[in-house]
């Protein structure tokens, strides 16, 4: 499965968009982009994927370059409930998923 | 709507006794999966089970572990003689994937269990 890199940290205003970014430099055509977050001491928690198109659900957009070598989610209005680790996973063809150290977003009021 | 559940959600022992922690992943999810994760780090693979069938194990999981799923449901794992090592927080996760094709696949995680070592 392709690496990823992230940003360590990040801080957000309240309301404001928040926007992750993700390098994948290294993904292949058939491995999809993943997004979690962690809130302190709970189990992640999925908020979208993509191959190629962008995606948006409920939580999040999910913006990926069209060479696919970066992604971007975006929290459209963030709350201070949204404060958490926040991890980028490319999934190939192994079954588990690869968790790097992921982004700490805190968002400020 | 019923998500995975893990069971307990703490666990306080002392070195050298065995723990027992369950998982009921979503209901008709084939797949289930363990993670591990220590403080300030990200989850850690630990094994995953194909209906009943164990189909890969980590390094990380030592002869100390066993984890099974005998119907393809709910599965245990369990720790013997534990270690203050194996504090961390134990994850487990669901998801339905069939044939091969794409790999698409989303697992979906339960609260965890945290287990102290003393």
């Known amino acids: 499965d392709a690496k990823t890199t992230q940003p360590p940290s990040m801080d957000c205003a309240e309301g404001r968009a928040a926007n992750l970014p993700c390098n994948h430099s290294t993904i292949s055509g058939n491995e999809y982009v993943y997004w979690y977050r962690q809130i302190h001491s709970q189990g992640p928690q999925y908020i979208i994927h993509?191959?190629?198109n962008n995606e948006t659900n409920e939580m999040a957009s999910l913006i990926i370059t069209e060479d696919r070598k970066s992604s971007t989610l975006i929290l459209p209005h963030a709350t201070l409930r949204d404060t958490a680790v926040y991890y980028c996973?490319?999934?190939?063809?192994?079954?588990?998923?690869?968790f790097g150290a992921g982004t700490i977003l805190r968002v400020k009021s | 709507d019923t998500g995975v559940s893990q069971d307990p959600r703490h666990k306080i022992t002392k070195r050298g006794q065995n723990v027992t922690f369950r998982c009921d992943p979503i209901s008709e999810h084939n797949r289930l999966y363990w993670y591990r994760q220590t403080l300030g780090q990200g989850p850690e693979f630990l094994t995953y089970f194909q209906n009943e069938a164990q189909l890969e194990k980590s390094r990380l999981l030592s002869d100390r572990f066993s984890a099974e799923r005998p119907k393809g449901s709910f599965s245990t794992l369990e720790i013997q003689r534990t270690e203050q090592g194996d504090s961390a927080m134990y994850l487990c996760?669901?998801?339905?994937?069939?044939?091969?094709?794409?790999?698409?696949?989303?697992?979906?995680f339960g609260p965890g269990t945290r287990l102290l070592v003393l």
């Open positions: 996760a669901s998801s339905a994937r069939y044939g091969g094709g794409l790999s698409e696949e989303t697992q979906y």
């Open positions: 993509g191959l190629k």
């Open positions: 996973i490319v999934r190939g063809s192994g079954n588990k998923l690869v």
